[in-house]
């Protein structure tokens, strides 16, 4: 099994910046895929930023150029780095990984911007 814990949401103003964390833990094998998806009121899941294990990366085309996705692989942790945030990030943010064609999520965290 493998558990996610999401950090680094809150409050903040049009603008502004976050980092947001997820550690993972458990079973995790050397290859495997993590990304971040979003979820505001009202709307569906959206991927916004994913990076495989081989180092590709893949972004939302309403986030590129503001956030950055990365991982420390010591740590088992992925960031998401967001600048330029603007009211309509405000969401919860989920992490993901997949592996051995399984994908694990953890409970996410929420972001609210302020306008």
């Known amino acids: 099994q493998v558990q996610l814990v999401e950090s680094g949401g809150g409050l903040v103003q049009a603008g502004g910046s976050l980092r947001l964390s997820c550690a993972a833990s458990?079973?995790?094998?050397?290859?495997?895929?993590m990304a971040w998806y979003r979820q505001a009121p009202g709307k569906q899941r959206d991927m916004v930023a994913a990076?495989?294990?081989?180092?590709?990366?893949n972004y939302a085309d309403s986030v590129k150029g503001r956030f950055t996705i990365s991982r420390d692989n010591v740590k088992n942790t992925v960031y998401l780095q967001m600048n330029s945030l603007k009211p309509e990030d405000t969401a919860a943010y989920y992490c993901?990984?997949?592996?051995?064609?399984?994908?694990?999520w953890g409970k996410g965290t929420l972001v609210t911007v302020s306008s």
């Open positions: 993901t990984l997949a592996q051995n064609a399984a994908t694990y």
């Open positions: 458990g079973s995790i094998f050397g290859c495997h895929d």
């Open positions: 990076l495989t294990g081989g180092g590709r990366t």
